[in-house]
């Protein structure tokens, strides 16, 4: 099934909008988008050289009260920055008939990055974290189907260090969500 957002595109909230609107985590958001650095030239160059394309489109839904976006979200602005790349953010609790669309082991976890062509064609999808840091959620949601378990909350919360931790100190994420981003859009 091809999934089609042409009714999403131009609906959103620029970047700055949602800076501005952020209600909650907005220091922590901007500390995250300021520390930003390039890890290497070649990543920067790969971005700035997409300024050549007009044929992508990127929406990210999102919330401010998710830790996953106030970390990852400042990196992705960054690099769609670099790109040039036309970038709408889509509330999280205003879009659920988007967020369905692109559930995580079928819940609605965001951030989610989603490039689309100018027709609103999706083409890939990002998040909602990096890769190694989402396989501690599988392993989770694997060993702990039942979320009325009386212990469920208790292994949340453990497993929520074990993301924090996952992430590393500071921006040692950034490069590793710079690199998926690439290797995502190395594909369309």
């Given at each position: 099934?091809?999934?089609?957002?042409?009714?999403?595109l131009n609906t959103g909230l620029s970047p700055q909008q949602f800076i501005d609107g952020m209600q909650k985590n907005r220091e922590?958001?901007?500390?995250?988008?300021?520390?930003?650095?390039?890890?290497?030239?070649?990543?920067?160059?790969?971005?700035?050289?997409?300024?050549?394309?007009?044929?992508?489109?990127?929406?990210?839904?999102?919330?401010?009260?998710?830790?996953?976006?106030?970390?990852?979200?400042?990196?992705?602005?960054?690099?769609?920055?670099?790109?040039?790349?036309?970038?709408?953010?889509?509330?999280?609790?205003?879009?659920?008939?988007?967020?369905?669309?692109?559930?995580?082991?079928?819940?609605?976890?965001?951030?989610?990055?989603?490039?689309?062509?100018?027709?609103?064609?999706?083409?890939?999808?990002?998040?909602?974290?990096?890769?190694?840091?989402?396989?501690?959620?599988v392993r989770f949601k694997q060993q702990n189907p039942d979320r009325e378990a009386p212990d469920y909350q208790e292994?949340?919360?453990?497993?929520?260090?074990?993301?924090?931790?996952?992430?590393?100190?500071?921006?040692?994420?950034?490069?590793?969500?710079?690199?998926?981003?690439?290797?995502?859009?190395?594909?369309?």
């Amino acid at each position: 099934m091809t999934v089609n957002l042409a009714d999403k595109l131009n609906t959103g909230l620029s970047p700055q909008q949602f800076i501005d609107g952020m209600q909650k985590n907005r220091e922590e958001f901007q500390s995250g988008y300021e520390a930003f650095s390039w890890e290497n030239d070649g990543d920067r160059e790969f971005f700035e050289n997409l300024r050549s394309r007009d044929d992508l489109r990127v929406l990210i839904l999102a919330a401010d009260w998710c830790g996953d976006v106030v970390r990852n979200v400042p990196v992705v602005f960054r690099a769609l920055e670099a790109a040039d790349i036309p970038t709408q953010v889509l509330i999280l609790e205003e879009n659920f008939d988007v967020m369905d669309q692109f559930l995580t082991m079928g819940g609605r976890s965001v951030p989610v990055v989603i490039f689309t062509d100018t027709d609103g064609n999706v083409l890939g999808k990002w998040g909602p974290r990096p890769a190694h840091v989402q396989q501690i959620m599988v392993r989770f949601k694997q060993q702990n189907p039942d979320r009325e378990a009386p212990d469920y909350q208790e292994k949340m919360a453990e497993c929520r260090k074990e993301l924090i931790a996952a992430y590393g100190e500071g921006t040692d994420h950034h490069a590793v969500v710079i690199k998926e981003l690439r290797e995502l859009i190395s594909g369309f």
